[in-house]
C-alpha cells in the first residue's frame, strides 16, 4: 500500500512532512535491515515510519486507528515498534517545554522538571547497582506521565489520551509509570485525600450508610421511655433499612390478616357434608304407532 494512502486513513494526509519523513525511514530500514525477519510486514512497517515521523514533528497520531490497520494486537505492535525504532537508531524526544507551550500549562514546567529529577534519584537508589547502568529515563512516557501528575495535582485539565498519543506508549505502560512516579515521589506528585467523617456531613444524609449508635437503656422499667428510646433508635437508622423494616411490617400485618381471613371461612370438618340431589327431568315419550298394514 502506497504511504500517502496510508497516511490519509490516518489522518496525516495534510502533513507533507510526516509523509515525506516516514517514507525516507521507510527506505532506510529496506537498506539496513530485512523487516520481515523481526514479523514485521510491509503494511505494518509503513504505519510505524508514520508514528515514528509524527512523533518527530509532534504531530497528533491516532495509536488505536494504527494497531486496527496494522491488524496486529496493541502488545505485537508495540514491540515492532520498539524493534523497528531500535534498527533505525531513533529515539523519540519529549520536551517539557513543549508541552507546557501546547496545553498551556507553562508554569508546571519547573515542578515536571523537578519531579523528574527526583524520581530518577529514588529509583536508582532503590536498585542494585549493577541495574542502575541500563536504565534509560530518556523515554518521553517518563516526561508525559510526570507532566500529567503535576497537571492533576495542581487542579489542571490535561488531555490524558493526548499525551499517550504524544509519547508514543499504550495506556496500560502510562498507568504503570504514573503509579511508580506517585508511590515513589508523592510529595511532589501525590494528592492528598482528606478522609471526612460521614456524621459531620448534614445534606444527602439518605445516601450515608451509618452504623446505628449502640445505645443501652438505662431505666428499663418505665415502657414509655423505651419505646421513645426505640423510636430514637429507629430514626438512626440508615434510610434504606428503615424502609426495609417497613416493608416487612406491612408484609407482617398482610400476612396475618389473610390467614385470619382463612380461618373464619374456613369449614368445620367434623360437620357432615351433604351431598346435593340431581334431578334430572325424565324425557316425554314420543314414539309413534306404527299403523298395521291392510290384510
Not at 445534606?203 to 428510646?229: M, Q, T
Not at 440508615?238 to 371461612?265: C, F, G, I
Not at 368445620?268 to 290384510?295: G, H, I, M, Y
Amino acid at each position: 500500500m502506497d504511504m500517502s494512502a496510508i497516511a490519509a486513513r490516518l489522518g496525516l494526509s495534510g502533513s507533507r512532512p510526516v509523509v515525506r519523513k516516514a517514507g525516507e525511514l521507510r527506505r532506510l530500514c529496506d537498506v539496513n535491515f530485512d523487516s520481515s525477519v523481526l514479523g514485521i510486514g510491509e503494511v505494518c512497517k509503513a504505519i510505524i515510519c508514520l508514528e515514528i515521523a509524527a512523533s518527530k514533528f509532534q504531530v497528533i497520531f491516532d495509536r488505536a486507528e494504527a494497531v486496527r490497520m496494522s491488524g496486529m494486537s496493541e502488545k505485537a505492535y508495540i514491540r515492532s515498534f520498539n524493534a523497528l525504532q531500535n534498527g533505525l537508531g531513533v529515539k523519540t524526544t519529549l520536551d517539557v517545554r513543549e508541552l507546557g507551550i501546547q496545553f498551556g500549562c507553562v508554569r508546571l514546567i519547573p515542578f515536571v522538571q523537578k519531579g523528574l529529577s527526583l524520581y530518577k534519584e529514588r529509583f536508582l537508589a532503590a536498585l542494585p547497582p549493577s541495574r542502575r547502568a541500563s536504565t534509560d529515563f530518556g523515554r518521553p512516557v517518563f516526561t508525559a506521565a510526570a507532566f500529567y501528575l503535576c497537571a492533576k495535582r495542581h487542579k489542571l485539565k490535561v488531555d490524558k489520551l493526548k499525551l499517550i498519543d504524544l509519547c508514543g506508549t499504550s495506556s496500560t505502560e502510562f498507568t504503570t509509570v504514573s503509579t511508580s512516579m506517585a508511590d515513589l515521589c508523592f510529595d511532589v506528585f501525590g494528592i492528598a485525600k482528606e478522609k471526612k467523617d460521614p456524621k459531620s456531613i448534614k445534606g444527602n444524609r439518605e445516601l450515608l450508610d451509618v452504623l446505628p449508635s449502640k445505645r443501652k437503656h438505662e431505666d428499663d422499667s418505665d415502657s414509655s421511655d423505651e419505646s421513645s428510646d426505640d423510636d430514637q433508635d429507629e430514626l438512626d437508622l440508615p434510610t434504606h433499612k428503615r424502609r426495609k423494616k417497613m416493608e416487612k411490617q406491612a408484609y407482617n400485618d398482610w400476612k396475618s390478616s389473610v390467614l385470619s381471613t382463612n380461618k373464619q371461612t374456613k369449614t368445620d370438618p367434623a360437620k357432615p357434608r351433604r351431598q346435593a340431589q340431581l334431578n334430572f327431568k325424565k324425557p316425554a315419550d314420543n314414539t309413534l304407532e306404527v299403523p298395521s298394514a291392510a290384510n
